[in-house]
């Protein structure tokens, strides 16, 4: 497809358990996001990729979070030990990295741990 | 810490009127400043992005401006729509940090 692809776009999870949210970037694009967005705010930085590594991972709350990008391409957050607070839309963008640096987003995943 | 503010935060306007969204930020060394439209339940949709050495862009109805010095950006909307009808979100990418810093956004209710 042209765009950033999410799945699942909901999981429904129960307090503790461990989640795994996954973003297919837009071909081409060496670097992605992950950000979080709660109910009526705006999207806050998670973490950013350029190609394999993370480049910046200041926006980790803590070490529950963390997220891979093996191949340069697909990406995957991962959640451990998952808490009610942890419940929101978590969104992943793309961008060529340089250039103008326009990042374009998917749908997102909702996230609710009960 | 770069903070981003957005005024205001809902807006409502009968259809045909032209209106202006604002977004302010605290840090001016910004590389570029992005508009996004959000629906309910959805994912954004890049509008406009303006890159630091430029004043402004257009798009359609859409126009969007930047005054680096002062930290203040505007969306402009020309003779609004009731499909216009969404969230709309500010976001600043600082130089040399590639992140995006958000506002909390202003909601927009076109009425036909």
């Known amino acids: 497809g042209a765009g950033v692809s999410q799945t699942p776009s909901n999981k429904v999870t129960e307090k503790g358990k461990y989640v795994e949210l996954r973003c297919d970037p837009i071909?081409?694009?060496?670097?992605l996001y992950w950000y979080r967005q709660s109910l009526g705010q705006g999207p806050e930085f998670l973490i950013y990729f350029q190609g394999t590594g993370a480049a910046d991972d200041s926006g980790l709350p803590n070490d529950r979070f963390f997220a891979v990008r093996p191949e340069g391409s697909v990406s995957t957050l991962k959640i451990q030990r998952t808490e009610r607070g942890d419940s929101a839309v978590y969104l992943c963008?793309?961008?060529?990295?340089?250039?103008?640096?326009?990042?374009?987003f998917g749908p997102g995943t909702r996230l609710t741990v009960l | 810490k770069q903070e981003v503010t957005q005024i205001p935060a809902a807006l409502s306007v009968p259809e045909g009127e032209n209106l202006v969204l604002n977004c302010s930020f605290t840090d001016s060394a910004i590389y570029n400043l992005q508009w996004f439209r959000q629906d309910p339940g959805k994912g954004l949709t890049s509008l406009l992005l303006i890159q630091s050495s430029q004043r402004e862009q257009t798009s359609g109805r859409l126009n969007a401006s930047l005054d680096k010095s002062s930290g203040r950006s505007t969306l402009y909307i020309a003779a609004s729509q009731p499909g216009d009808s969404a969230t709309y979100l500010c976001?600043?990418?600082?130089?040399?940090?590639?992140?995006?810093?958000f506002g909390t956004g202003t909601r927009l209710l076109v009425s036909p």
């Open positions: 976001a600043v990418e600082d130089t040399g940090f590639q992140k995006l810093v």
């Open positions: 071909s081409g694009h060496t670097a």
């Open positions: 963008a793309s961008s060529h990295g340089q250039g103008n640096n326009e990042q374009f």
